[in-house]
């Protein structure tokens, strides 16, 4: 059957059509306040879309929502960086992390049970060359994902002089991942010289690392 609700005088309608088989009584519930719906809005509440192919749910339960999602910062320099090595950047604070799958203590993220899939990180480092006062001795620097102490992504240069003093290093991969599985960082420098280097803390937010989960992929 249907239900028509026309226009006040009577020259255009709205249809509401019950489906053709439903198998069982269904049950539409309508908000208990007045609601005015306007053009692109719908009514509050459960919406019908299908998680797993049945049944209804919300769109944050459907999967609707690029979480988990993190992002950490290194809160002071991190000192001591080995020429010709690659060293773990410590991201010891998260300035958000929507499902507590950031480990601080650790500096890395850790995929929460149930929440294994596609994931976009990114992380930005600034590497700073052992020899102060602008001097020009950094030759090679990069970062590195690394999954399970694995390496899975890797962003490398190398220069043929000794160009600058200080880089500014980013990086993005899309990741796929499983639940327990840990996601961590490793920044790369070589020097001139051979002495070590640091990277830059907090200050501007220099030493990033973010991410969250891809929708449907």
Do not use: C, H
Request: proline share 2%; charged share 15%.
């Amino acid at each position: 059957g249907t239900i028509k609700l026309f226009e006040n005088d009577n020259t255009s309608n709205v249809t509401i059509a019950s489906p053709a088989s439903l198998g069982a009584d269904r049950t539409i519930t309508l908000p208990d306040a007045d609601v005015t719906l306007v053009s692109g809005t719908m009514l509050a509440g459960t919406v019908a879309i299908a998680n797993g192919g049945t049944g209804a749910t919300t769109l944050a339960a459907a999967g609707l929502s690029n979480t988990p999602a993190w992002s950490a910062k290194a809160t002071s320099d991190q000192t001591g960086l080995a020429s010709g090595g690659w060293t773990k950047i410590q991201f010891d604070t998260a300035i958000f992390d929507t499902d507590s799958a950031y480990d601080t203590t650790n500096d890395k993220f850790v995929v929460p049970t149930g929440k294994g899939g596609k994931y976009f990180v990114t992380a930005s480092a600034k590497i700073n060359s052992a020899t102060s006062g602008g001097t020009n001795t950094l030759v090679g620097s990069g970062l590195r994902f690394t999954v399970d102490g694995a390496n899975v992504a890797t962003n490398l240069q190398f220069y043929s002089t000794a160009m600058f003093s200080a880089d500014g290093e980013s990086f993005t991969a899309l990741l796929s991942l499983s639940a327990a599985e840990y996601v961590e960082v490793y920044v790369y420098y070589q020097d001139n010289g051979g002495g070590t280097g640091d990277l830059t803390g907090d200050s501007g937010l220099d030493t990033l690392f973010s991410g969250f989960k891809l929708i449907g992929a």
